[in-house]
């Protein structure tokens, strides 16, 4: 006889979960009662808004679900912001809620909610579990939704009774992957119609990738047949952007000359991704729901083909099955457009060279010339959202899989605590959130969890004394009109030192480096503000720019 608290463990165990991301609740005691006895390690955290985020950049960078546990009402829905990003960026997760006793729900009891109803939207899957017993039926199942086809959020809800009730159950066996595989007459189409194109174009995007595949399988495809390569909107690991074939990233700001490039290709390879609202320039690159370019669109999930875009062909596999494949078709020895290959690539670099001068004491282009020079290959870079992203996003050259941690439907906040989970699972790693004033506030709390299991990450907040993407957006619609985004922070180097950190204030452009290297010394986690000028709202444009309309 077993508890639901021990079954829940036993199935977490099953399926080679290590860690776990929490707030502790009343209502789960029973589970981490069993935790309590596993090997499993609990990293507790401050609000669950981190706490699922930390979990989301656990799945983002291992593939395999990372796993949240929350409390009931407040829990849970602090929890959903994480859930959210889960759902939009295809990311394996699983959030279990701790849920009131079977007697008293439907009363609307002490932190009720309904979960079903609460998470229906943003969440793949949600299930209550009311029978101890099913426990190693439903979990495997769990395991089995959050990563097949397109990736996902799956909640859990566990009533406290079911919780410490004892039932018998088998033991729990680990729930079995899906795999989609492309068929041979639908690679023949896609040679075929390669083999036609005059301007073909690659976009990589979505998840269920990893380092051999995005790093030798389809960099030989690229080479194979010279094909152009950009990544979709904050899928910036998928390819080594120093690689010949590298085009650029399809995001927002999207360097004008890639755009175009886009817009003017024959044929596109769509390999993973959804080409979403952000990628897609607002459904103008490609349009919806018939794009003017032949498409090839690979994507794990069925109901993702068709869906926004008419593709000439669609193809239900996931990335890894397709580019195996198509890896053994090689391409002409010159064909026609790879010299457009090589300008492609010539326009990325031009356009990822940051300017050197900008308004006021600090300039974020010479610092983020430095870090490319210092910043070993495989560091990982996390952020929320904030015009300051931009700086990472355009100018930082990602080489290797599993670097960025970033959330695509651009959710503030994200940066400090993905960096906490990036740290813990790749310890020998080099860790780099970037955060704005406005974004480090909104999850800066779990700077405590880093400084709890000794997790030195640096945090860099961007302090410009603004919401600035949305001043940038108030200036230009209603010049002049400021309304609610301007702020008054804290001293983000002394509340460094008051978690136990390491703290630096950068106020000229030259202090960046040696403080970087004063924090990386002292072995601490550490929080480098730096105090940018408002009026560098963009890399290119100031602030009084826009309002002015120049
Ligand atoms: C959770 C969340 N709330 C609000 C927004 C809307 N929003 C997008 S960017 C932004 C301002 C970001 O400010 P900051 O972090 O200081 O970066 P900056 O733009 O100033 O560089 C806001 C409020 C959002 N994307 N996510
Ligand atoms: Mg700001």
Redesign the pocket.
């Given at each position: 006889m077993k508890t639901g608290g021990k079954l829940i463990v036993d199935a977490l165990e099953a399926n080679g979960v290590d860690r776990i991301y929490c707030v502790p609740g009343e209502s789960y005691l029973a589970v981490l009662d069993a935790l309590h006895d596993s090997k499993i390690q609990s990293v507790v955290c401050r609000q669950e808004g981190g706490a699922a985020m930390m979990a989301d950049c656990h799945g983002r960078l291992t593939g395999k679900p990372g796993i949240c546990f929350v409390t009931r009402g407040p829990g849970a829905t602090n929890a959903s912001?994480g859930v959210h990003i889960a759902m939009q960026d295809s990311i394996p997760m699983i959030l279990f809620i701790g849920q009131v006793a079977s007697h008293a729900k439907e009363r609307e009891a002490f932190q009720e909610v309904n979960y079903r109803r609460f998470f229906g939207d943003i969440a793949k899957w949600v299930v209550e579990i009311d029978d101890a017993a099913r426990i190693p039926e439903l979990l495997t199942r769990a395991f089995s939704v959050a990563t097949s086809g397109r990736p996902g959020p799956v909640v859990i809800s566990l009533p406290e009774d079911m919780l410490t009730s004892e039932v018998e159950a088998p033991a729990v066996l680990p729930a079995v992957a899906v795999e989609t595989h492309p068929g041979e007459a639908e690679l023949d189409r896609v040679e075929a119609l390669l083999n036609a194109a005059k301007r073909p174009f690659v976009i990589l995007g979505g998840t269920r990738w990893d380092h051999r595949l995005a790093f030798n399988d389809i960099q030989a495809i690229a080479e194979s047949w010279s094909l152009p390569v950009g990544v979709s909107f904050r899928r910036q690991m998928l390819f080594d952007h120093l690689h010949p074939n590298y085009a650029g990233d399809v995001g927002i700001g999207i360097n004008p000359k890639l755009g175009a490039r886009i817009k003017d290709a024959d044929l596109v390879l769509l390999i993973g991704g959804r080409f979403g609202e952000m990628p897609s320039s607002d459904y103008t690159l490609l349009k919806s729901p018939y794009p003017d370019q032949q498409l090839v669109h690979v994507h794990a999930d069925p109901d993702e083909l068709g869906r926004v875009y008419r593709p000439t062909i669609a193809i239900n596999a996931s990335p890894a099955t397709f580019v195996r494949a198509f890896a053994r078709r090689k391409g002409p020895a010159a064909p026609g457009w790879a010299e457009e290959t090589k300008k492609a690539h010539a326009d990325y670099l031009a356009w990822s060279t940051p300017p050197l001068t900008g308004p006021g004491p600090v300039q974020m282009g010479p610092i983020m010339n430095w870090l490319e020079k210092i910043l070993p290959e495989d560091a990982i870079l996390t952020n929320?959202?904030?015009?300051?992203?931009t700086w990472v996003h355009r100018f930082h050259r990602f080489r290797r899989y599993a670097t960025q941690a970033a959330p695509t439907s651009?959710?503030?906040?994200y940066g400090t605590p993905a960096a906490v989970a990036a740290k813990g699972l790749f310890p020998d790693r080099e860790v780099i959130a970037f955060?704005?004033?406005?974004?480090?506030m909104?999850n800066g709390q779990e700077f405590a969890t880093a400084v709890q299991y000794g997790l030195p990450i640096i945090v860099i907040v961007?302090n410009?004394g603004?919401?600035?993407?949305?001043?940038?957006h108030q200036e230009r619609e209603y010049p002049g009109r400021v309304e609610a985004t301007d702020?008054k922070n804290p001293d983000f180097a002394a509340l460094a030192r008051a978690y136990g950190g390491h703290g630096e204030t950068v106020r000229e452009t030259d202090e960046f480096a040696p403080a970087f290297e004063r924090a990386r010394a002292s072995g601490k986690p550490s929080i480098i503000e730096i105090k940018l000028d408002p009026e560098a709202i963009t890399p290119t444009r100031t602030l009084s720019d826009i309002r002015d309309r120049r």
């Amino acid at each position: 006889m077993k508890t639901g608290g021990k079954l829940i463990v036993d199935a977490l165990e099953a399926n080679g979960v290590d860690r776990i991301y929490c707030v502790p609740g009343e209502s789960y005691l029973a589970v981490l009662d069993a935790l309590h006895d596993s090997k499993i390690q609990s990293v507790v955290c401050r609000q669950e808004g981190g706490a699922a985020m930390m979990a989301d950049c656990h799945g983002r960078l291992t593939g395999k679900p990372g796993i949240c546990f929350v409390t009931r009402g407040p829990g849970a829905t602090n929890a959903s912001a994480g859930v959210h990003i889960a759902m939009q960026d295809s990311i394996p997760m699983i959030l279990f809620i701790g849920q009131v006793a079977s007697h008293a729900k439907e009363r609307e009891a002490f932190q009720e909610v309904n979960y079903r109803r609460f998470f229906g939207d943003i969440a793949k899957w949600v299930v209550e579990i009311d029978d101890a017993a099913r426990i190693p039926e439903l979990l495997t199942r769990a395991f089995s939704v959050a990563t097949s086809g397109r990736p996902g959020p799956v909640v859990i809800s566990l009533p406290e009774d079911m919780l410490t009730s004892e039932v018998e159950a088998p033991a729990v066996l680990p729930a079995v992957a899906v795999e989609t595989h492309p068929g041979e007459a639908e690679l023949d189409r896609v040679e075929a119609l390669l083999n036609a194109a005059k301007r073909p174009f690659v976009i990589l995007g979505g998840t269920r990738w990893d380092h051999r595949l995005a790093f030798n399988d389809i960099q030989a495809i690229a080479e194979s047949w010279s094909l152009p390569v950009g990544v979709s909107f904050r899928r910036q690991m998928l390819f080594d952007h120093l690689h010949p074939n590298y085009a650029g990233d399809v995001g927002i700001g999207i360097n004008p000359k890639l755009g175009a490039r886009i817009k003017d290709a024959d044929l596109v390879l769509l390999i993973g991704g959804r080409f979403g609202e952000m990628p897609s320039s607002d459904y103008t690159l490609l349009k919806s729901p018939y794009p003017d370019q032949q498409l090839v669109h690979v994507h794990a999930d069925p109901d993702e083909l068709g869906r926004v875009y008419r593709p000439t062909i669609a193809i239900n596999a996931s990335p890894a099955t397709f580019v195996r494949a198509f890896a053994r078709r090689k391409g002409p020895a010159a064909p026609g457009w790879a010299e457009e290959t090589k300008k492609a690539h010539a326009d990325y670099l031009a356009w990822s060279t940051p300017p050197l001068t900008g308004p006021g004491p600090v300039q974020m282009g010479p610092i983020m010339n430095w870090l490319e020079k210092i910043l070993p290959e495989d560091a990982i870079l996390t952020n929320g959202a904030g015009n300051y992203a931009t700086w990472v996003h355009r100018f930082h050259r990602f080489r290797r899989y599993a670097t960025q941690a970033a959330p695509t439907s651009g959710s503030m906040g994200y940066g400090t605590p993905a960096a906490v989970a990036a740290k813990g699972l790749f310890p020998d790693r080099e860790v780099i959130a970037f955060a704005g004033d406005g974004c480090f506030m909104m999850n800066g709390q779990e700077f405590a969890t880093a400084v709890q299991y000794g997790l030195p990450i640096i945090v860099i907040v961007v302090n410009n004394g603004i919401y600035g993407t949305i001043r940038m957006h108030q200036e230009r619609e209603y010049p002049g009109r400021v309304e609610a985004t301007d702020l008054k922070n804290p001293d983000f180097a002394a509340l460094a030192r008051a978690y136990g950190g390491h703290g630096e204030t950068v106020r000229e452009t030259d202090e960046f480096a040696p403080a970087f290297e004063r924090a990386r010394a002292s072995g601490k986690p550490s929080i480098i503000e730096i105090k940018l000028d408002p009026e560098a709202i963009t890399p290119t444009r100031t602030l009084s720019d826009i309002r002015d309309r120049r």
